[in-house]
Nanobody, 120 residues
Framework: QVQLVESGGGLVQPGGSLRLSCAAS????????MGWYRQVQGKHRELVAR???????DYADSVKGRFTISGDNAKNTVLLQMNSLKPDDTAVYYC??????????????WGQGTQVTVSS
């Protein structure tokens, strides 16, 4: 019921910046929060940043002070501004949407993933 379209990944040198974008469509009225996860091959998928419809944000400790998540409720779009990128930031980044909980069931939606590579 919710579709997520990501853009903005790519190759950047250490210290550089990238901006990821995720647009949600479908039954967007049910979304209570959106954000980004990232995953390195062979490792678990970790939360990078999250923003609620009310504008509250959460960040992984590893990205605090460098990444900024923002949202546009009218466009149902979230942005992840990534500055001072490090090689350790290299991963596949996945957009997600929290569709809330209905009858004890949690609804989650995921984007296709976009590769971010930080390398010289």
């Amino acid at each position: 019921q919710v579709q997520l379209v990501e853009s903005g990944g790519g190759l950047v040198q250490p210290g550089g910046s990238l901006r990821l974008s995720c647009a949600a469509s479908g039954k967007i009225g049910s979304i209570v929060a959106m954000g980004w996860y990232r995953q390195v091959q062979g490792k678990h998928r970790e939360l990078v940043a999250r923003i609620t419809r009310g504008g509250n944000t959460d960040y992984a400790d590893s990205v605090k002070g460098r990444f900024t998540i923002s949202g546009d409720n009218a466009k149902n779009t979230v942005l992840l501004q990534m500055n001072s990128l490090k090689p350790d930031d290299t991963a596949v980044y996945y957009c997600y949407a929290d569709g809330g909980t209905i009858a004890t069931m949690a609804y989650e939606y995921w984007g296709q993933g976009t590769q971010v590579t930080v390398s010289s």
